[in-house]
């Protein structure tokens, strides 16, 4: 499974297993630069590996906390990672906002 373009996967279990939940996001169906709850997408502190692919200059930025507190893991370009768990941001995002830096 591969992300479209501006868009980010998020998967319940480590090492993109479809066997969990599973959210595809279009960021372009989210406003910019508001922050946007996992809750509301029966996601919230479950993210145990993503994969994404966004545009030059388009930042996306998960946080621990529904207020832009606590930990964050801010994501750019295109990439996965298959555990979230090894870079202390494991099973803790709460919501997300994105950017254009260009």
Request: proline fraction near 3%; charge should be negative; hydrophobic fraction near 30%.
């Amino acid at each position: 499974m591969e992300p479209q373009q501006n868009e980010v996967i998020l998967f319940e279990n480590r090492d993109f297993a479809e066997n969990g939940r599973i959210r595809r996001i279009a960021i372009s169906n989210y406003a910019i630069g508001a922050v946007h709850s996992l809750h509301q997408l029966d996601f919230k502190d479950c993210l145990s590996s993503l994969k994404w692919k966004l545009d030059p200059g388009i930042v996306v930025t998960f946080y621990e906390d529904h207020d832009r507190g606590g930990r964050q893991c801010p994501i750019s370009g295109e990439g996965a990672d298959a555990d979230t768990h090894n870079n202390n941001f494991k099973d803790c995002a709460s919501s997300f906002d994105w950017s254009r830096t260009q």
